[in-house]
């Protein structure tokens, strides 16, 4: 069964550092990889999807990259904003179904 | 197109009671999915359908919970009767062809709260 986990569970940086967020997972044979975003009480936002044969994908200040064989992705944010302060989900595609990470809570003060 | 669109936003009802939730994924898609969201377990698949076919099912916790997809245009969940511990968030998502290298596309999602 596929495991996905995510670190840290929470983050809190001050304006305009760069960060990463790292997502692992147990099972290789995935199809892609997706990064979302969940503000308080609303639903996921898409930000990046990799797939399988991707090493990266970049989508303004945010790069996702994906290292397959070892089971691992991270989510770099340059310049981080307090726009930026969210939850953030890793979710792994398998044959149909998608599985989620519980997310890195991040806050970045003014 | 308006994306994946559940109703209602919030729910609110006493233990016992019967509750539906609903879903009218993006046109085209043929899959659709329903997850629930809580702080302790993060989300969960419940069920997932193809061309309007439940394919698994393992993830609805008991029989209190049911699902259908009359047509490619909607789905619905149902707890009957419903428990407090069902309260959580639950989301739809739908995709096209799951074995393509394709993204889910959520709602916005249904809070539910079993008093």
């Known amino acids: 069964k596929q495991e996905v986990t995510q670190i840290p569970a929470a983050l809190s940086v001050p304006e305009g550092e760069n960060l990463v967020l790292n997502c692992s997972f147990t099972?290789?044979?995935?199809?892609?990889l997706q990064w979302f975003r969940q503000d308080p009480g609303k639903g996921l936002t898409s930000l990046l999807l990799?797939?399988?044969?991707?090493r990266e994908q970049t989508s303004g200040r945010l790069n996702a990259s994906l290292d397959k064989s070892s089971g691992r992705s991270t989510l770099y944010i340059a310049a981080s904003q307090p726009g930026d302060s969210a939850t953030y989900l890793c979710?792994?595609?398998?044959?149909?179904?998608?599985?989620f990470g519980k997310g890195t809570m991040l806050l970045v003060s003014p | 197109d308006a994306g994946v669109i559940q109703s209602p936003r919030h729910e609110v009802t006493e233990m016992g009671q019967e509750v539906t939730l609903r879903c009218k994924p993006i046109?085209?898609?043929?899959?659709l999915f329903w997850y629930r969201q809580t702080m302790m377990r993060g989300l969960e698949l419940l069920i997932y359908?193809?061309?309007?076919?439940?394919?698994?099912d393992s993830g609805m916790p008991e029989d209190r919970f049911s699902a259908k997809m009359p047509n490619a245009s909607f789905s619905t969940l149902k707890i009957q009767p419903s428990e407090p511990r069902d309260s959580a968030v639950y989301f739809c998502?739908?995709?096209?062809?799951?074995?393509?290298?394709?993204?889910?596309?959520f709602g916005s999602g249904t809070r539910l709260t079993v008093v």
């Open positions: 998502a739908s995709s096209l062809t799951g074995q393509a290298n394709y993204g889910y596309t």
């Open positions: 099972d290789s044979a995935i199809y892609n």
């Open positions: 990799i797939q399988s044969s991707q």
């Open positions: 979710a792994v595609k398998g044959y149909s179904t998608l599985t």
């Open positions: 046109s085209g898609h043929d899959y």
């Open positions: 359908f193809n061309n309007n076919v439940p394919i698994d």
